[in-house]
């Protein structure tokens, strides 16, 4: 996992249809935290496929997943779509006022600027 401890911002997404994939994000973010240890991260947690909520489909509950993004100081919660294209943007921009902010930077500067971002 020497990757997580090398990335700044991280994306945990599950789907609203699934708990179990809910409570594995769970896991994971306790383990980042314990894995960082006092460096900073940000993240973004995504409850997908909210496009299924209209078909009665939704396991895990809003609350939940905002209940556990306050729980870090340094995550946020959306709910997305992929099919309807619901929030999808805005966590990739999230993830740029971030970095934005953490280094000082505007947007001249990151386009000039040879960092990069891993999607990994």
Known sequence: HEWMIQCNFFIFVYSI????????????????NKMKRGLK???????????????DLRKVPMEDAQKLAKQYSNLKFYETSARCKINNEEIFYECARWYMHETKQDWEEVNKSNSCCNIL
């Open 17 to 32: 249809t699934s708990y179990d994939t809910f409570e594995k994000i769970q896991h994971l973010i306790s383990e980042l």
């Open 41 to 55: 991260w940000y993240g973004v947690i995504a409850g997908n496929k909210l496009d299924l909520e209209e078909h």
